[in-house]
């Protein structure tokens, strides 16, 4: 089992709808969580940060983190042509060695005018 | 802030030379910095996680004679890769942490490595 896991898509979404993005990780000592966006050709980027239960909003993104399932998703209001991208889901968890990133293979998102 | 720099954005050479790439934090000081190896379609691999003035931390199967890393300052880390071949070619990113148990990591914009 991966520790983290990804659908790898396409997710294809409308302009203008709520898409939907899910990660499960299999460590339940993992801590902090983390949804990247990256580009073709660029590095990621932070989108958000997540590290209770519950939801955290900001802006037209939402991350949910439900650690009893150890489930993680990124919800992404109003979408937009530019959010077309590969969302990476990336887990933290606290090693001996410090705090390590165990990134999912990402979902590759297209949203379509 | 936070802003990670890396240098060059890409390089091509040839087989059985090396390269070195250069990571810096330009506006914070970062006590770790972390490198990731990123193939076609796939996800972000951890090579190493160095931390300032001491030895890296090389993950399973990263061949630490031929991935030097020396973060000899609170701003620069740089990679070497010695004698380089063909597969490894990649994507390599950096990324650093500003202080002890921070929790995000700021990624660099990569360098992109063509070995021919």
């Known amino acids: 089992q991966k520790e983290v896991e990804q659908n790898s898509g396409p997710l294809s979404v409308p302009e203008g709808a709520i898409a939907s993005l899910n990660c499960t990780y299999s460590?339940?000592?993992?801590?902090?969580f983390f949804w990247y966006r990256q580009y073709s050709g660029k590095s990621p980027e932070l989108i958000m940060s997540?590290?209770?239960?519950g939801d955290k909003e900001d802006g037209r993104f939402t991350a949910q983190l439900n650690k009893a399932s150890q489930y993680v998703s990124l919800l992404i209001r109003d979408s937009q042509p530019s959010d077309s991208a590969t969302y990476l889901c990336?887990?933290?968890?606290?090693?001996?060695?410090?705090?390590?990133?165990?990134f999912g293979t990402g979902t590759q998102l297209k949203v379509e005018l | 802030g936070a802003v990670v720099s890396q240098h060059p954005s890409w390089v091509i050479c040839k087989s059985g030379t090396s390269v070195k790439i250069e990571c810096r934090s330009l506006d914070f000081q970062a006590t770790t910095m972390f490198w990731y190896r990123q193939f076609p379609k796939q996800s972000l691999m951890l090579m190493a996680t160095s931390n300032e003035g001491s030895k890296a931390t090389y993950e399973q199967g990263v061949e630490k004679d031929k991935f030097l890393i020396n973060h000899a300052s609170l701003t620069l880390s740089t990679l070497t890769v010695t004698s380089a071949h063909p597969e490894d070619s990649s994507f390599y990113i950096c990324s650093a942490r500003d202080q002890a148990g921070a929790r995000e990591q700021f990624f660099g914009p990569g360098t992109r490595l063509t070995v021919l």
């Open positions: 990336a887990v933290r968890k606290l090693t001996g060695g410090g705090n390590k990133l165990t």
């Open positions: 997540i590290y209770s239960n």
């Open positions: 460590d339940r000592v993992s801590q902090s």
